[in-house]
């Protein structure tokens, strides 16, 4: 799906957070957020036999008066931990931490077993900031009652703002239904489910907990960014529905939300949203590109002629909301080359370079669109130039090669390509690929040749482990150097990474069968034979220059992004 949806780039996501520094930024947040004023009954701090004397005005937010008839109570029982422990509550629960750490320790010296002061005292050093104290007073709570729901609650804050979040997310887990009911914990624990890489975990959380003022917002949409900057964009949509809809403000959020809903493959959510947003007076070039966006997958995906009209109308929204967006120039000029308008596309693309003559991210397009339609002088003009204009960037380079390459001037095809491993930063896997295909295409390769081949070839791989192409030419070259077993395992890691493609299979069998393992052999040769009869494959032409296509020009979206 990625090779698909990055055209669109988000502007906040280009700040990085690293996930360590997210974690220590949102526990300082959170813990200075929690507090006593939890959604717990108020039995968790005072036991269930509590009088209504004290109940009702602690109920009532009443503090002194419930003050008041503590001290009485404790005038009458003053060896009674319980009673200790109540007045402790109505200090605690009436901002006074400090006079309640009094009564908690009075009520564990009556009583050292008493888990509800030990839970209390916790609760109250954590209130304050100290750690290591409130870690202690838990750590006894739970040597009384291991399965303690609101001594696990704590401890997994505990945990979460020391970075542990394997001990976190095992506490939150003991503390039950608890965990709901102080939603900054909910939230914590969702955020270390995600650092330990349970993703759909954190998902699934962060919808249950639906939007709420306790969680700081701040923390909320930092952490947003940083699933979104990882590409869980689940995680990172479940999150941004905790926060009020304006929040940073109207359009970053509602951008956010539709983005992230396009991510995760939901386009029908995603136009829905950026619909809304429109109807609210919020668009502009980036949002009608985004909706064009959306409506294209949503169209190519189901057959759907009236989404794809919907897309085109979107980008041209989007050029009259800016011309100098060029985001909107290069997806409306892809999609006429996907639907095989390559005029159209060639039209477009003039029309966004005479409003940008200095883009060469149009260039770039506008000789894709040449060499669809075989204008390939035309389209070597505008690689070279966008060369010029960006002698950094690895596409114009590769772009050159592959036109070279179609045409059959290989060794042409390499000096481009070559060019492009000196200059291009930084280092790009397609261009070794595509220069150690043009340099075996030459044919009569001597011994340098052939070690300048597979070197070419281990690098694409290097940079890119899963680069299944890479993978089967590596297994071809290898193969026809009579090294059949490291050619096996070359065209294995190819089919693994691209099982439909039967030019794989067929090379596996023959050099299966060059290791005298003929029932593989057979069973891979049955295989082609099967894919072969599903299976057109593309004119080769078309398939580079939809490789092509396909690829992300880094410094373009940034320079399309700072365009804005």
């Known amino acids: ?13 280009a700040l990085f957070f690293s996930l360590a520094g997210t974690l220590l930024w949102v526990s300082t947040c959170l813990s200075a957020q929690s507090s006593a004023s939890t959604s717990f009954n108020l039995t968790v701090f005072t036991g269930p036999e509590a009088p209504a004397s004290i109940m009702k005005p602690l109920q009532r937010r009443r503090f002194a008066e419930a003050q008041e008839e503590a001290q009485a109570l404790a005038a009458k029982s003053p ?4 009673v200790a422990n109540l007045e402790g509550v ?11 750490e009094v009564f908690f320790h009075q009520s564990l010296r009556l009583n050292p077993r008493f888990l509800l002061a030990y839970r209390n005292l916790g609760i109250t050093f954590w209130h304050e900031h100290r750690v290591a104290d409130a870690q202690q007073a838990f750590t006894e709570a739970l040597r009384l009652d291991p399965k303690d729901p609101i001594a696990n609650l704590y401890e997994g804050q505990i945990a979460f703002a020391r970075h542990n979040c394997a001990a976190a997310a095992q506490s939150f887990n003991r503390s039950g239904k608890a965990l709901f009911s ?3 914990a909910a939230f914590m624990d969702a955020v270390c489910h995600f650092q330990l890489g349970q993703s759909q975990a954190a998902a ?26 990882q590409r869980s964009f689940p995680v990172a949509l479940a999150a941004l529905k905790l926060l009020p809809d304006d929040y940073p403000d109207p359009y970053t959020h509602g951008y956010d939300e539709a983005l992230t809903a396009y991510e995760s493959g939901d386009d029908t959510a995603s136009v829905a949203l950026i619909r809304g947003m429109l109807s609210r007076g919020l668009g502009n070039a980036e949002l009608y590109d985004l909706l064009g966006n959306a409506l294209e997958d949503q169209g190519i995906a189901h057959k759907q002629p009236d989404a794809i009209r919907q897309a085109y109308e979107a980008y041209r929204k989007g050029i009259y909301a800016d011309p100098h967006n060029l985001a ?14 390559y005029d159209l596309g060639e039209e477009l693309l003039s029309q966004g370079l005479a409003q940008n003559p200095q883009a060469y991210q149009l260039m770039l397009e506008r000789g894709i669109a040449y060499a669809f339609s075989s204008h390939t002088r035309e389209a070597a003009v505008d690689f070279e130039n966008a060369r010029r204009l960006a002698p950094d960037d690895p596409m114009p ?18 000096a481009a390509l070559q060019q492009g491993i000196d200059c291009a930063h930084p280092a790009n896997a397609w261009l070794y690929y595509l220069l150690a295909r043009a340099l075996y295409k030459q044919g009569h390769q001597t011994p340098e040749m052939e070690t300048r081949i597979r070197a070419a070839l281990q690098e694409a791989i290097q940079l890119n482990p899963d680069f299944a192409e890479a993978y089967g030419l590596a297994g071809h070259v290898w193969l026809k150097s009579g090294k059949p077993k490291q050619a096996v395992g070359f065209l294995e890691a190819a089919r693994r990474l691209d099982p439909e493609n039967s030019h794989y299979v067929y090379e596996l069998a023959v050099a299966r069968r060059m290791q005298g393992d003929s029932e593989a052999a057979a069973r891979d040769f049955q295989k082609f034979r099967d894919l072969e009869a599903v299976n057109n494959p593309a004119r080769m032409k078309k398939y580079f220059i939809k490789i092509f296509v396909n690829q992300p020009s880094a410094a373009g979206l940034h320079a399309m992004n700072d365009g804005r």
Do not use: C, W
């Not at 799906?1 to 996501?13: D, F, G, S």
């Not at 060896?79 to 319980?82: G, R, V």
């Not at 629960?93 to 400090?98: F, K």
């Open 182 to 184: 102080m939603p900054v």
């Open 90 to 100: 109505t200090f605690l629960l009436g901002g006074n931490p400090a006079k309640a």
């Open 204 to 229: 699934t959380l962060l919808g249950k907990m639906g939007k709420n003022p306790a969680i700081p917002h701040a923390a909320v949409f930092r952490f947003a960014l940083e699933a979104g900057k």
């Open 397 to 414: 380079y590769m772009a050159a090669g592959i036109l070279a390459i179609q045409e059959g001037h290989n060794t042409q095809a390499a």
């Open 328 to 341: 909107n120039f290069i997806d409306i000029g892809r999609l006429a080359l996907k639907l095989g308008n």
């Open 1 to 13: 799906m990625m090779a698909q949806r990055y055209r669109t780039v988000r502007r906040a996501l």
């Open 79 to 82: 060896q009674d931990a319980s």
